[in-house]
């Protein structure tokens, strides 16, 4: 393509790892996203393992908080976790079992949290955001969704580590299977280098193509 043997080898390289790379991200997305639900499996477990150890936690997010409509606005099936539970659906849903203890103003938060159903240990934890708040109402809520963030990025970096590891073996799997070995490709390449300018040449062209239908298709 480019009269030079190495400019055509590093296009045919890129491109070769780039369809690897494609094909390991929709394996990824089909399996570990949906045939696996990672992600789900490690909200529940960091959402029901808030307050590490404590299984009364465990059985009110079961039987009582998941049943929340701020939480059940963001199921697509019912009883079934959803991705996601933004900050601001978690504090609404606790907000409502504040209530159900009493008022929900500075005044009375205290003892709204004292007289809610919640568990020990979580009113044990909010009474003392509205100690360091006092008993104002916006400082409390953030004391609650900095708590929740921090429980959540937790949990995120168990997703990140699961899925690197479910990535490793899926490119190792990817790799072997379609016999992606770089030092064989290179030594098949120089080893006849017009089929290589050739390939380099067809894979211009397919690019060229594609850049062609995504712009026709963009104007249409």
């Excluded at 299984?55 to 963001?74: E, M």
């Excluded at 079934?80 to 103003?105: R, W």
């Amino acid at each position: 393509m480019f009269n030079s043997p190495v400019l055509d080898l590093v296009i045919l390289l890129s491109f070769t790892y780039f369809i690897g790379s494609l094909i390991l991200s929709t394996i990824n997305e089909a399996l570990v996203n949906g045939l696996f639900r990672l992600r789900k499996t490690n909200l529940k477990k960091a959402f029901e393992g808030l307050i590490t150890g404590d299984t009364t936690w465990t059985k009110f997010v079961q039987n009582t908080l998941i049943k929340n409509p701020h939480i059940t606005s963001l199921m697509k099936v019912a009883d079934k976790y959803p991705s996601n539970i933004p900050s601001a659906n978690f504090i609404s849903a606790l907000v409502t079992e504040i209530k159900k203890g009493g008022a929900y103003s500075s005044i009375d938060l205290k003892s709204s949290i004292k007289g809610s159903g919640l568990p020990e240990n979580m009113k044990n934890i909010l009474l003392d955001f509205a100690d360091q708040s006092v008993n104002e109402i916006k400082v409390f809520e953030n004391k609650i969704e900095t708590f929740y963030i921090n429980a959540m990025d937790r949990a995120t970096g168990w997703y990140k580590k699961k899925l690197r590891l479910w990535l490793l073996i899926l490119g190792i799997i990817l790799s072997i299977s379609l016999n992606m070995d770089t030092i064989k490709i290179c030594k098949d390449a120089f080893a006849d280098k017009n089929k290589l300018s050739q390939t380099t040449d067809k894979i211009a062209a397919q690019l060229a193509d594609i850049k062609s239908v995504s712009e026709n298709g963009s104007l249409s």
